[in-house]
Structures are given as C-alpha cells and as structure tokens.
C-alpha cells in the first residue's frame, strides 16, 4: 500500500480522517492531578481502597460526561487490579485479563444502558449482522444496540489475545483483518458514521475506527491510538499519564459522537 499511495498520500489521509472523527485538542482537565495523588496515596498506604474510590467518584460528581466515566473506570480498575504485579505467571487467561484489566476501562467508556448501548465480551455475532455468510466471523467483544428485546446492530469489534513469548504475528494479522472486515460490514448494513475496533495483546491495546473518507466513498480502518495497561495498582498512576488521560477522552467522543451517527449517503 505504502508503495502504491506513498507515506505523504496515507499520512494526510489519515490526519482528514482524525480531523472528520474528534478534536485532538480535547483534554481530559484538572481532576487528572487529584485521581493521580489518590491513587498515589494507595501505593504508599496512606488511605484505603474504598476511601479512594469514593473520592473518586465524588470527583466525577462535577465533571463532564467523558472525564466522570473514566473517574468510574479507574475506581474499578482499584478495585479489579492486585497490589502488587505477579510476574511470570502463566495461568492468565483472555478472559482474565479482559475481565480484570480491560474491561472495567472500556466498558465505562463505551457501554450506556439507558442509551440501550453495550459491550459485551460475547465471542459470538450477533443475529443477523452476518447471515449470509458461509463461515461466521467470531469476535471475542462486540458493541452493540439493544433492539427492544433483541440485539441490535453492531458498532464495533475487539478481539483478545495473550501475549507469548515469540508473538505470533500470522494469527494477530488474521485477528487484525477479522475486525477490518466485520467493522466494513457495519458501515455497509447498519449505515453507521463509523465503527470501533480495538486489539488486545498481552497488556496492549490498539484502537482503530473504520469510517469514509470525507467527500469520497472511500472506506478506511485506521488506528487511532495505542494504550499499555497496569498490571497491578502499583502501575495504575503510571497508566494514568496526561498523554492517556487526554486519549481516553477522546476515545469516548469518537465513539459517542460517531458510531452512532447515520453515515451520509451523499
């Protein structure tokens, strides 16, 4: 692709692209300095988990819709996360790491129920986005609507997978191009603006959206940012960077500014 298009072609349309989906200039604001000093004190046993998490949810009570959810993720990553990092330990599982590390973040951002939203860590399609196909696509998490009593479309992909000591870049370039090809079918059948993916492995996490570029019918699965979580609580102040902070919300309005939206037909 790089030699057909060239570096400065790709990179301007990934920069329109960005542009058309959120404000890189959002940031997450001053209640970063507070949660990162709670979580701090935890480390150095100077409070508790419960008063932190309490504190931090009292800091949410006065923020803005974004900086409030990822307040409540990380009190429930202090909640979720041990103390302390267990090194080498082999018995971790996908839905371990997904159920203990990832999910209390992106569930918090990307899941709404009383906007019939949600994230579920299914490992299924749900019925009727891929009927017609012959071998059915299996993402390990789907975002989806809630359709009165049934599962609605889907808004996004993600996919898990444990980290190895020699990754296995064949299998997350087929898990890669999974999520290229199931997000493509949610711009074409539900018609949405754009659609979200992200990639876990190990302790990574790559999001990408799927949208049109602006004024063609061009399609494109781009990746838009890269996080590395915490193991443990003692790297949770490390995760907690401004650098991050400012991606996670803008993470939140890419995907509630956009993946709801109807996709322009012009």
Request: net charge negative; glycine share 6%; hydrophobic share 40%.
């Amino acid at each position: 692709m790089r030699q057909t298009f060239g570096d400065s072609l790709l990179d301007e349309t990934h920069e329109l692209v960005m542009r058309s989906l959120v404000d890189k200039d959002l940031e997450f604001g001053s209640a970063e300095h507070g949660a990162t000093k709670l979580i701090f004190d935890l480390k150095q046993k100077k409070t508790t988990h419960m008063e932190v998490i309490r504190k931090l949810m009292l800091m949410g009570a006065a923020e803005e819709e974004a900086q409030a959810r990822i307040l409540l993720g990380i009190s429930k990553m202090v909640q979720k996360l041990p103390i302390q990092t267990v090194p080498h330990c082999p018995n971790y599982g996908e839905a371990e790491i997904w159920n203990s590390v990832f999910d209390p973040m992106l569930s918090t951002i990307i899941s709404d129920p009383s906007r019939d939203v949600l994230l579920r860590w299914s490992n299924v399609v749900p019925e009727g986005d891929h009927e017609d196909e012959i071998v059915r696509l299996h993402p390990h998490a789907i975002m989806c609507q809630v359709d009165q009593l049934q599962w609605g479309h889907s808004l996004g992909h993600g996919e898990a997978n444990l980290a190895e000591p020699t990754p296995n870049l064949d299998a997350l370039a087929h898990n890669l191009v999974r999520l290229a090809v199931m997000n493509k079918e949610v711009l074409m059948k539900a018609k949405k603006k754009a659609a979200i993916a992200f990639q876990i492995h190990g302790w990574n996490v790559q999001v990408y959206v799927s949208t049109t570029v602006p004024g063609t019918g061009i399609s494109v699965f781009a990746e838009v940012m890269t996080f590395t979580f915490p193991k443990s609580l003692h790297e949770l102040d490390g995760f907690m960077t401004t650098t991050n902070m400012n991606l996670l919300v803008q993470l939140y309005h890419i995907f509630w500014d956009n993946c709801l939206e109807p996709r322009d037909q012009k």
